[in-house]
């Protein structure tokens, strides 16, 4: 939607950081000092809160734009984190002690941490004129993931009203129970699920006027339902074709009330809305429930055979479901989850469940590409997990034209391209590099089709196009997709993750060796240094703060440097483990170091007992340590990429006893970001995510006290464990006066445990207040468990009134 000049020079899209404000109770002080400061129009003000920190208020001429990120204020021009955002969409507010709000000389909307000058980055290296068009490289693949199969398509929708449900997600408030069936006409039997789920666009428009809202659910008299749920027809008609069924669902009842009325920004609901439709289709294939839905589907779906796409929020509403279905004590048999430029706004994990995270690589509205932590944050989440999991960057795509209606020219409604610099080089719309509607549809609907045939279908051919081995689609076309993946655990072998750095490994000559993690030093508790310490929050994947969990360590690496080529690192392989021949492939992640610059490259060798040994320079095999296109934030990026050796190039070396692994630093001097080196061969395994406890936190309401002090918690387990769960802890304060400390901390539930506590400090204080605070406190990256219930509340009332 197009702000008026005023408006939208106080809401230039830029791109989502991760300093987060809670969602705070605060009462209008009796006597509350005078603003600190105050745009001359009255479009925003800053106040001083009783108690101290300043409360930032933006007032925009029309509603928000609909994004999948969220909003955030910015004071002369500074993110200070994510915003609340009223129901109409028209007013911001953030809480905060920063300093630099007294002395506010502006105040903007932010997305993604930036609020650029010219659309899209704020951040500018030497201009770059023209990037040249990609050419996919690698094998392209016998099969076709999006060729037709043999059956014919049946299109039908069914719609159960506009407020057909309540979600405990939003409040109780109603949502829809609408979606989109596409069904393999002829096919015998019950039939493999899976259903879409669009994520976070406007709700409503209106057909004269051609404009569109998101502040009312049902949608008011005169405008028409925007049909997100029907977007995405292509990889549908393809699945059907191939004897599976989709149910495309709608969920704008969720887009209209998320931000202002959920704890999560609408994941929980999100997932809420993928259960209910699967409860009805239950229903439905057993001949019960609605006439339509029984006509539809009795005897026709297997509910042990199910996979999950979502788009965008759709993404981590998903996640959510999945694990809403593991929680159950009869749950559906969910196979595959693939997250589609996705949010994460919490980090929980998904093990024990085959997934594929798509990232575009020119997402201007998740243009942090924050998806990428459920890959990372899952690697090791499950010692023994049996499934495969990837990650896939599409160069020259954006985040909207994977669904049609969200592409201009197609949708019914009004659509745009949400990467906002037109003229850029890399990702405009005129850019040689970047994929045009059609060609990013196409993409899309290769490897959504692709990853459900390869992983419910057991069509191991379609393996390629996700386990690193730089396999293509023919339908993909010129579309370059980078690709990483993990093996399940019993067909790899770990020789040095770099989540720690292995007290085995030896660094000698010229080089340097150390674990960072996170970045602008937002994980102090984690003992590492920050990663990425030039870039951006929308340049770094990896290491982006999450809005729910902004203190929680991201994403430990190893960052190796070296200054002559006599700079090495040396990791033995284990005595009990020095057998590698029934493994593909010895493979890693790596990235250039933007502190090193230019370019660089690695020299790998593979030892075996008698000293024999093979090298092959990573340049050789992979372009992982080849810089990604862009000049100005949030481009480039710096995302790990495969670098994978195949088991049959390390010739003349006994396979039966490899001793070592060497990495040297090649030439002058250079830096890389290290990870997961091991040998493995992928395979896309198996479910079995119901099998781990769920994490549950406890709500609690204590008084503030006059000193310091600390409110005790308790966090709890579905069922024992057998080996000790560990969990994130974040606090989550607004700033605005001493009550609790914002911090990340670990906590342990020892094996057999069913509950822990931690504690969250407070400083209490002895000023009359006049009303309690709520706090947000959220559990985020477990391992050896899954997230149940991850958010709950604080309550710090005031104790001295008495």
Not at 2 to 30: D, E, H, N, Q, Y
């Amino acid at each position: 939607m197009r702000l008026l000049a005023r408006a939208w020079k106080r809401t230039l899209i830029g791109v989502v950081t991760a300093v987060v404000v809670s969602t705070t109770v605060f009462a209008a002080p009796a006597h509350a000092d005078p603003p600190a400061s105050r745009s001359t129009d009255g479009s925003w003000s800053v106040e001083a809160i009783e108690g101290g920190g300043y409360r930032v208020t933006l007032h925009l001429d029309q509603p928000l734009p609909v994004r999948d990120a969220v909003p955030e204020l910015a004071v002369d021009g500074r993110s200070l984190g994510a915003a609340e955002e009223s129901a109409d969409g028209t007013t911001l507010t953030i809480v905060t002690a920063d300093p630099s709000a007294a002395t506010a000389s502006s105040v903007n909307v932010a997305w993604n941490g930036e609020v650029p000058s010219d659309g899209m980055g704020s951040r500018s290296a030497s201009p770059r004129t023209s990037v040249p068009a990609p050419e996919a490289t690698g094998r392209r693949l016998p099969v076709d993931p999006a060729a037709p199969g043999p059956y014919s398509v049946q299109h039908e929708e069914y719609d159960l009203g506009d407020t057909a449900i309540t979600l405990e997600g939003l409040g109780g408030r109603a949502a829809e129970i609408r979606a989109a069936v596409y069904l393999p006409k002829g096919a015998h039997g019950r039939r493999p699920l899976v259903i879409f789920l669009h994520g976070r666009h406007s709700a409503c428009y209106d057909p004269t006027a051609r404009t569109t809202s998101n502040t009312q659910w049902p949608c008011p008299a005169g405008q028409r339902l925007i049909p997100s749920y029907q977007g995405y027809s292509g990889p549908a008609d393809v699945l059907a074709s191939r004897g599976y069924v989709v149910v495309s669902v709608s969920a704008n009842g969720v887009n209209a009330a998320d931000n202002p009325f959920s704890e999560d920004r609408g994941a929980m609901a999100r997932g809420e809305v993928v259960m209910r439709h699967l409860d009805l289709l239950a229903d439905a294939t057993r001949g019960v429930g609605d006439d339509k839905l029984v006509r539809l589907f009795n005897g026709r779906l297997d509910m042990s055979d199910i996979g999950l796409m979502g788009h965008s929020r759709g993404g981590e509403g998903v996640v959510k479901a999945a694990l809403l279905n593991a929680a159950r004590h009869n749950p559906y048999g969910i196979k595959a989850v693939l997250p589609l430029a996705p949010t994460d706004f919490a980090r929980a994990t998904l093990p024990g469940m085959p997934m594929a995270v798509i990232l575009p690589y020119c997402d201007g509205d998740v243009s942090n590409q924050q998806g990428q932590h459920f890959y990372d944050d899952t690697l090791y989440a499950q010692a023994d997990d049996a499934a495969f999991r990837s990650s896939l960057m599409v160069m020259g795509a954006d985040h909207n034209f994977f669904n049609t209606e969200w592409t201009p020219g197609v949708a019914q409604a009004p659509a745009s391209d949400d990467w906002g610099n037109k003229s850029d080089p890399v990702c405009g719309s005129t850019a040689a590099s970047r994929l045009s509607p059609a060609e990013q549809y196409a993409v899309g609907t290769a490897y959504i089709a692709g990853f459900f045939r390869l992983v419910q279908g057991d069509e191991q051919s379609l393996l390629p196009l996700f386990d690193g081995s730089g396999g293509t689609a023919p339908s993909a076309g010129r579309a370059v997709v980078h690709t990483v993946a993990q093996a399940p655990a019993r067909q790899r072998l770990d020789v040095a993750t770099f989540a720690t750095m292995p007290q085995s490994a030896r660094v000698s000559g010229a080089a340097t060796a150390a674990i960072c993690a996170s970045m602008l030093d937002r994980s102090p508790q984690s003992g590492y240094p920050s990663c990425a310490a030039t870039l951006t929050t929308s340049q770094a994947p990896s290491w982006t703060p999450a809005t729910y969990a902004p203190n929680v360590a991201a994403t430990p690496v190893l960052r190796f440097a070296w200054s002559d080529a006599t700079g090495q690192m040396s990791v033995p392989l284990p005595k009990w483990s020095r057998d590698v021949t029934d493994y593909d492939a010895l493979t890693f992640r790596a990235a250039l170091d933007e502190k090193a610059g230019g370019t660089a490259d690695l020299a790998v060798s593979v030892v075996d007992g008698r000293g024999a040994s093979k090298t092959v320079r990573v340049s050789e095999v992979s372009q992982a340590l080849t810089a990604f296109p862009g000049a100005t934030s949030p481009l480039p990026k710096t995302w790990l990429r495969t670098v994978r050796i195949p088991i049959g190039s390390l010739t003349r070396l006994n396979l039966r006893d490899i001793r070592e692994v060497l990495v040297t630093g090649t030439g002058a001097a250079g830096g890389a970001y290290l990870a997961d080196l091991g040998f493995s061969r992928v395979r896309a395994g198996e479910a079995d995510l119901s099998e781990l406890p769920q994490i549950s936190l406890q709500s609690l309401t204590v008084p503030e006290g006059n000193g310091p002090g600390a409110a005790t918690m308790t966090l709890k387990l579905s069922e024992r464990s057998r080996v000790p769960v560990k969990v994130n802890i974040q606090s989550i304060t607004n700033g605005a006066t001493p009550v609790i400390t914002q911090l990340a901390q670990e906590v342990v539930i020892p094996a057999s445990a069913t509950w822990a506590t931690f504690q969250v400090p407070l400083a209490g204080n002895t000023t009359v207040a006049t009303a309690a605070q709520s706090y947000q406190v959220v559990a985020s990256v477990p391992a050896n468990a899954v997230i149940g219930s991850g958010f709950t509340r604080l309550v710090v009332t005031d104790d001295d009134a008495l």
